[in-house]
């Protein structure tokens, strides 16, 4: 599946990359996936997978899924 | 003096040629340390009530704040402020760059511009040393060629040239002043105050050092080298270096509030062509950086392609981004990078140009306004070519260009019909490219903002929205102890509101970029504190500072009672209280009553009257200025 890292995501990924590849043998909760990416719940605000919004806590993903993480963002 | 200022203002009277200078004493600048606070007081203290924002008796301050060019990571703003000509009210922008922390080395706290020059002039400041000479030979020239023949007139290749183009001259109500090419005091008109005053420019240079000004500079170096090294281990702060604010165009796609077609809608489909992975690929060519700044925020591009776009005038940040692309319905990253060159040339403000132009693209495709008024420009959305002649006709006041430079507010007027219903504004300030109805808190400082809608008075609520988020953290020391969610409507939504306005306000006090502190990026609270006690020596904690934010902002409120406004007037664009068309929060509007209950709550939690909004005589005694309600006419 690959994982989209928006805004200070990537910050959370050692190298820094907006679009990780992850191979996941079976379904499994999206807060977990997080968990072992090391990418804290609390910088997330938006989760979609495949492109339809998610609650975070409810979300299962699968091999083959698009997910989508955004945080919060202040002014620009 | 050794409380972190120089104690002097430049007063420059332009229709007699003179100058003076104003000793500040330490009472004084305790009350008022710089930037917001001081102009304010200045404006409230020195201008009679309805002046012609664009006559001679208006006043341009331009003021550096309390720790403008410190040694550290975005200590470098300076605040423009002047009756707007664009709203009415006390007028305020804030900008970044090197020509704040330049007036501070040249000795100068502030410069106050009266009256009116006879013939184009610019200003040259060496130290103590102030000329008033000719520039007619450089009056409608653009900012490039002029800062490049200022800089050969004064033999000095880093003069800091803080001046007007066109768009200044031809009295554009949101025009722009520009330093270094690529700094903006962008909102509420300033450059056209300039204009009117026929300054086309003011050269700084200077000797000093912040330092000499300090009660104990030693902490504030310290804190310099600390934050230059922290950048890359706050994920704000890097990511703010790392994409700049065109970072968050995606992210606020989303969560359904990029503002889409003047705010019909929050989801862009073109969004994939104007997101930062698009920016980098197709306009990137560097990143620059401000006085002292370790963060790195601003970019530059440069388009030799569809469009030919220099490198000289800085990048496009989010709100071109967004008011060009998304707003205009526009997905070509090269024409938006255009537009915001040709803001930048002419120095107009791009968040309000772009908004205008949204605007006038809404009434065309309502005929409100036809091919005959274009002059034959085919103005829907979507159309790169009609948006950027569009931003060539304002600037030169041509065509319908003259109506629109004129401001959504006015221009609606004119237009008649529907036309008010597609102009975005508060107080005739057109709307930054954030959609309150996903943002309740940064509606409210759209509403109450003494200035117009200002997406720089608020926190942005999904900031403060997990209690166990870095900013949310970086927001406690505030006082700020309980999360909600972005559109949360409560009183105590408008409990946080309060404080952290407080706070941006007193960013703009002190000279601190919107980019440094927390909560919006890596500068602790603690940090700010211990500076601004380094800088002074007056032991303050944080109430103290939020004091001075809270201090500034009752004053300009006082401004606008003088100029009758009021509680009337802090409202938001009918469109935000209909329903977004698409996106994640498709269907959703504001709701009339959660807005006028927040917003008695935000008076009353301010001690302001809530039938009128303005503040009570107790209230200003407890700031210290209970002079200033007089000064106003409001006892
Ligand atoms: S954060 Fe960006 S805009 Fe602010 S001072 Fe630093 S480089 Fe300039």
Same mark, same amino acid.
């Given at each position: ?5 928006g ?7 050692a190298q820094?990359r ?14 977990d ?25 409810d ?18 | 003096?050794?409380?972190?200022t ?35 007081y200045?404006l ?10 664009? +006559? ?44 704040g ?5 040249? +000795?100068?706290?502030?410069?106050v ?7 184009p002039?610019w ?35 880093v ?17 722009a002043i ?7 005091? +962008? ?51 890097w990511?703010?270096q ?8 995606s ?12 705010f ?13 992975e ?13 006085y ?8 530059e ?33 090269q024409a ?12 107009l ?69 529907d ?23 940064v509606?409210?400082?759209?509403a109450?903002?003494?200035?117009g ?13 997990n ?23 409560s ?16 960013e703009?006090v ?23 006690n ?52 498709e ?20 001690g ?5 909004g ?18 106003a006419?409001?006892?």
């Amino acid at each position: 599946m690959r994982l989209h890292l928006g805004g200070h995501l990537n910050w959370y990924d050692a190298q820094r990359r907006t679009d990780v590849e992850v191979r996941l043998a079976e379904r499994m909760p999206l807060l977990d996936l997080l968990h072992q990416l090391g990418v804290p719940r609390s910088e997330i605000i938006v989760a979609a997978v495949n492109g339809r919004a998610v609650p975070i806590e409810d979300a299962w993903v699968a091999d083959g899924d698009r997910v989508d993480l955004y945080p919060p963002v202040g002014g620009g | 003096m050794a409380f972190g200022t120089t104690g002097r203002i430049l007063w420059v009277d332009l229709t007699q040629g003179t100058t003076y200078v104003e000793t500040l004493d330490e009472a004084t600048y305790r009350l008022y340390p710089g930037g917001k606070a001081l102009g304010a007081y200045l404006l409230l203290r020195h201008l009679p009530a309805n002046v012609d924002p664009l +006559g001679p008796d208006n006043i341009l301050v331009l003021a550096s704040g309390l720790l403008t060019g410190a040694p550290f990571s975005t200590a470098t703003r300076f605040s423009a402020i002047a009756r707007s000509p664009l709203t009415g009210t006390y007028g305020e922008s804030e900008a970044a760059g090197f020509w704040g922390p330049e007036l501070k080395m040249a +000795g100068w706290e502030a410069i106050v511009l009266t009256g009116r020059a006879p013939q184009p002039v610019w200003i040259h400041i060496r130290d103590d040393k102030v000329e008033i000479r000719d520039a007619t030979h450089l009056w409608g020239h653009e900012p490039l060629e002029v800062q490049t023949a200022i800089r050969a007139e004064t033999g000095d290749k880093v003069t800091r040239v803080l001046q007007i183009g066109i768009g200044g001259e031809n009295l554009v109500r949101y025009a722009a002043i520009t330093n270094d090419l690529r700094h903006y005091n +962008g909102r509420n008109g300033m450059g056209a105050v300039m204009g009117s005053k026929l300054v086309k420019a003011i050269g700084v240079r200077g000797s000093g050092k912040w330092i000499q000004y300090a009660h104990d500079a030693q902490p504030v170096v310290e804190l310099g080298r600390r934050l230059a090294k922290g950048v890359k281990e706050h994920p704000q702060s890097w990511d703010l270096q790392e994409k700049g604010t065109p970072g968050i165009t995606s992210a606020l796609n989303a969560a359904g509030i990029l503002p889409t077609r003047n705010f019909h809608q929050g989801a862009f489909e073109g969004v994939d062509n104007i997101k930062w992975e698009a920016y980098e690929k197709e306009l990137l060519t560097a990143r620059k950086s401000c006085y002292a700044c370790a963060v790195r925020c601003k970019r530059e591009v440069r388009v030799d392609d569809r469009y030919q776009v220099s490198d000289q005038y800085g990048g496009p940040e989010y709100e071109a981004v967004s008011g060009f692309g998304s707003n205009c319905g526009v997905d070509d990253l090269q024409a938006i990078a255009k537009a915001n060159e040709l803001c930048n040339r002419y120095t107009l403000d791009a968040i309000s140009t772009a908004s205008v132009v949204a605007f006038a693209m809404e009434c065309f495709e309502h005929g409100l306004i036809g091919l005959d008024d274009t002059d034959g420009v085919d103005l829907r959305f979507g159309h790169a070519e009609a948006m950027l002649q569009m931003v060539d006709m304002i600037a030169q006041r041509r065509g319908i260009g003259n109506l629109l430079a004129e401001g959504v507010k006015r221009a609606a007027q004119a237009i008649g019909g529907d036309a008010h219903f597609f102009a975005m504004h508060v107080k005739g300030q057109e709307l930054p490219m954030h959609d309150p109805r996903g943002k309740f808190g940064v509606g409210l400082g759209y509403a109450v903002s003494e200035n117009g809608a200002d997406h720089l008075v608020a926190a942005h609520d999904p900031t403060l929205a997990n209690a166990e988020s870095v900013s949310f953290k970086g927001a406690m020391p505030l006082g700020i102890r309980v999360a909600l969610p972005p559109r949360d409507s409560s009183r105590q939504k408008v409990v946080n509101y309060t404080i952290a306005e407080n706070w941006n306000s007193a960013e703009k006090v002190i000279g601190l970029c919107f980019f440094g502190p927390a909560p919006r990026s890596y500068i602790q609270v603690e940090d700010v504190v211990m500076a601004v006690n380094a800088a002074t020596g007056w032991g303050w904690g944080v109430n103290d500072i939020l004091a001075v934010g809270e201090r500034a902002t009752n004053l300009a409120r006082l401004f606008n009672a003088r100029e009758g406004f009021g509680r009337a007037d802090d409202r938001l664009p009918d469109r935000l209280f209909t329903p977004l068309e698409n996106g994640a929060l498709e269907g959703v509007a504001l709701s009339r009553d959660d807005f006028e209950r927040a917003l008695t709550d935000v008076y009353d939690l301010k001690g302001w009257d809530t039938d009128t909004g303005v503040p009570t005589p107790q209230k200003l005694d407890s700031l210290g200025i209970g002079w200033a309600a007089e000064a106003a006419d409001v006892t």
